[in-house]
Structures are given as structure tokens and as C-alpha cells.
């Protein structure tokens, strides 16, 4: 099947707030979103509680992706009137969860040039570009054309609006902060263990959050974080499809946790981890 014409720019806007969250995973929150010197064509949140800005390229000359850096830094500047936002749309409890160490901009067109993706690699900023093609009158493909791998930005606790969430995640640990401390031979299976899941398909991309590794095809599917004395991983398995082995597996259907994935995996020995193989493999199939 041959690419057709390309989608007017504001039925592509629409087709995407309309399926966000199947197409990105990302909850929509608003569309042409005011702020003091423009506006965001589409804002959300994602699975890991980080904003996400979608930025859609309307001529050939329009420069899309310094206009989302622009969006970026706004917001990055304007925590307080986002949290409110999401206050008013998901809830406090959603707002009071905001991660701003990951804030992603998503730049959607019917194409870059060689020249985008170099700037954007230049500017470690969490930036994404998105190739649509329109086929037929029924089907869209989005492809995306990088995966920006950048460090988290530090947060501290006026990143928070109580105190108590503040204590839980502004004082903590960081992930890289525990992976430094925990003992060598941890260290090395936490490091096989990447290696295998970026194994699994060219289509799974890490993204490191200020408390955990989440690594995702359209979403999140398996979340890693790691202790003294163990690694956890939390996988996007129903539960009920497996037999649970206490002390390695784990129903967290409605017990709070970091990241996402209702399957707990505790990997304390390099003999945890070769066992857990399938069940990363399962991970993988299954998502989306």
C-alpha cells in the first residue's frame, strides 16, 4: 500500500487527542493549551505521572522543535499552573504524583530533515520526533525516528507541593544514586538484565526516571528499580496468567509501588535472573 496525501494538521491533532493513550501512552488533558507567549497544541501526562507535549509540524519552514524547547522550559518554569491543571482533570492525588524529572515533547510530522535529528541528539533534552503517513482513508503509521536517552533532571522538594511527598520522593535516593551503592556483583546482574531486555526487539527504549528505569514499547512494560540487596522488577503481566513462587513473584494488584506492572519480580542471585527470563519474554509479547 502506497502513502497517501498527508492528514490536514488539525485532524491529525484531533485523531491523536482523541486515541492518545493508545497511541502513546499518554492521558490527554488539553488542547491548545494558553500560556503567556503562545499556546501548546496538546498536553497530557503519561504512565509515569511526567507531562508530555505534543507539537505538530504545520508547514515545511515551521521550526516545530525549537518551539516545543520553548513549550518545555515554559512549563519546566511553571510547575505550579500545570499541577493545577491536572488537579482539575485527574485529580489531586494525580497532581500531588507529578514526576517533572522526565518531561517529554513529542514533535509529530509527515517529515524531518537529517539536520532535525542531529539537533535534537545535540540538545539532551527529553524531545521525540514522530513520522506520520497517512494510507487509505483509514490508516495512520507513526513511526519514531529517535529515542533521546537522557539523564533525568534533578529535582528537589519544592518540585512538591506537601511535605510528605516531598519526604518520599524529594529526599530519596535516585536510581543511579542506589545502582552506585549496591554491591558489585548486583551491579552485574542489573547491568545483564538491561542487556537482555534491549535484546528482546529493536522496538523497546529506556526511560530513566528520577526513581526507577522504565522500559517501554508504546508503554511502559517492564520497570526495574534496585536496593542493597535485591532488584525489583515490576512487569505489565496479569498476575492470574502465572503460578506466584513466594519470595520471587508477587500479586501488586492494588498495593502501591513504583513504576507500573501488576507482576512483582524479586531478583536476589544470578540463578533469579536466568529464571526470570521467560517471564520477560512474556512481558515483552504481550504489550503492545
Known amino acids: 500500500m502506497v502513502a497517501s496525501e498527508v492528514l490536514l494538521e488539525r485532524d491529525l491533532q484531533t485523531l491523536i487527542e482523541n486515541n492518545m493513550d493508545a497511541f502513546?501512552?499518554?492521558?490527554?488533558?488539553?488542547?491548545?493549551?494558553?500560556?503567556t507567549n503562545g499556546r501548546m497544541d496538546s498536553i497530557g501526562i503519561d504512565e509515569?505521572?511526567?507531562?508530555?507535549?505534543?507539537?505538530?509540524?504545520r508547514s515545511s519552514n515551521e521550526n516545530v522543535i525549537n518551539q516545543g524547547l520553548f513549550y518545555l522550559d515554559?512549563?519546566?518554569?511553571?510547575?505550579?499552573?500545570?499541577?493545577?491543571?491536572v488537579a482539575d482533570i485527574l485529580g489531586q492525588?494525580?497532581?500531588?504524583?507529578?514526576?517533572w524529572s522526565m518531561p517529554c515533547v513529542i514533535c509529530i510530522a509527515s517529515g524531518f530533515t537529517k539536520y532535525d535529528l542531529h539537533a535534537v541528539n545535540q540538545m539532551q533534552r527529553n524531545i521525540k520526533l514522530v513520522r506520520y503517513q497517512k494510507y487509505g482513508n483509514d490508516l495512520v503509521l507513526f513511526e519514531h525516528l529517535n529515542a533521546p536517552a537522557v539523564p533525568?533532571?534533578?529535582?528537589?522538594?519544592?518540585?512538591?507541593?506537601?511535605?510528605?511527598?516531598?519526604k518520599k520522593s524529594g529526599d530519596q535516593k535516585t536510581h543511579l544514586e542506589k545502582l552506585s551503592a549496591a554491591p558489585r556483583e548486583l551491579q552485574d546482574i542489573y547491568h545483564s538484565l538491561c542487556d537482555y531486555i534491549e535484546s528482546l526487539?529493536?522496538?523497546?527504549?529506556?526511560?530513566?526516571?528520577?526513581l526507577y528505569l522504565a522500559y517501554r514499547?508504546?508503554?511502559n512494560i517492564i520497570c526495574i528499580e534496585i536496593f542493597r540487596k535485591m532488584i525489583l522488577l515490576h512487569l505489565k503481566i496479569n498476575p492470574d496468567d502465572i503460578e506466584l513462587e513466594d519470595g520471587f513473584t508477587r500479586d501488586m494488584r492494588n498495593i502501591g509501588h513504583y513504576g507500573t506492572g501488576d507482576l512483582q519480580v524479586t531478583i536476589r542471585t544470578a540463578k533469579d535472573y536466568e529464571k526470570a527470563k521467560p517471564l520477560l519474554n512474556l512481558a515483552y509479547n504481550v504489550a503492545q
Open 24 to 35: 502513546f501512552g499518554v492521558r490527554f488533558l488539553k488542547s491548545e493549551y494558553v500560556i
Open 74 to 85: 515554559w512549563l519546566l518554569d511553571h510547575k505550579a499552573d500545570f499541577q493545577l491543571l
Open 217 to 219: 514499547k508504546t508503554k
Open 201 to 210: 526487539g529493536d522496538n523497546i527504549v529506556p526511560n530513566q526516571l528520577k
Open 93 to 99: 492525588d494525580t497532581a500531588t504524583s507529578i514526576d
Open 152 to 166: 533525568p533532571i534533578p529535582l528537589n522538594n519544592s518540585d512538591f507541593p506537601n511535605s510528605s511527598a516531598a
Open 48 to 57: 509515569n505521572n511526567c507531562p508530555v507535549i505534543f507539537e505538530y509540524k
